[in-house]
């Protein structure tokens, strides 16, 4: 299995991007007018790309486009080569709401072959409670846009030992409820949002122990002005 490509690359090649481009501007004439604060966006390409570029299983493409895409036009504002400003941002509010309806629509071919405990939920402009008792939870893919909801696996199991969530927040919160015994590892990227694990796992609960199979629920995803939470 191919390992995980480390963020810290991606800054790595950031910054040596703002290097050049700031030495070809001071030392060699390129006259590009620019100071070392103009080269913030190459935060969010650096984001985005760490999140395209990694192997099959960390993969999180849709949300990486976007922080390339958010970026590269900041990018360019700032080196004068475009005009653009944040009050351009809203019509692509539209477009992520629209991508989001269409990647559910063609997301539920492959969720049939995932099969039927397989978690595809969208909150667009809305919001709703589930609750799962399913003991075959696969995993699944959970959408947030200016919406949200709550999802309660309190009472689901799954026969693999580590279930996965694909959890994209943006203007909107999702909220996971498991079970004391399930283990909770995050591995998404909040931006100006937060992504947090307030779980807990007691040895015991009113002096009875818990001898339960324990269980890994991994969230991986993205949070831009929104949140993701797993509590118990």
Known sequence: MQGKVDIKVFFGIAI???GVVLFMDNSLGFNFHVNIFDFWPLILIAIGLNQILQPQEYRQAFSGWIFV???ALFLLDNLHFIYFSFSDLWPVLLILIG????????QRN???????DFINLSFILGGGDHKFTSQKISGGKITAIMGGGKIDLRQASSEKEEIVLDCFAMWGGIEVVVPYHWQVNIKGTPILGG?????????????IEI??????LVIKGSAIMGGVEVKN
């Open 16 to 18: 040596i991007i703002a």
């Open 69 to 71: 895409g958010v970026g």
């Open 99 to 106: 991508f989001s309806i269409l990647k559910g629509y063609t």
């Open 110 to 116: 492959a969720d049939e072959k995932e099969g039927p």
């Open 195 to 207: 992504m947090e694990n307030n779980t807990s796992s007691p040895v015991n609960i009113e002096g």
């Open 211 to 216: 001898n339960l199979p324990a269980k890994k």
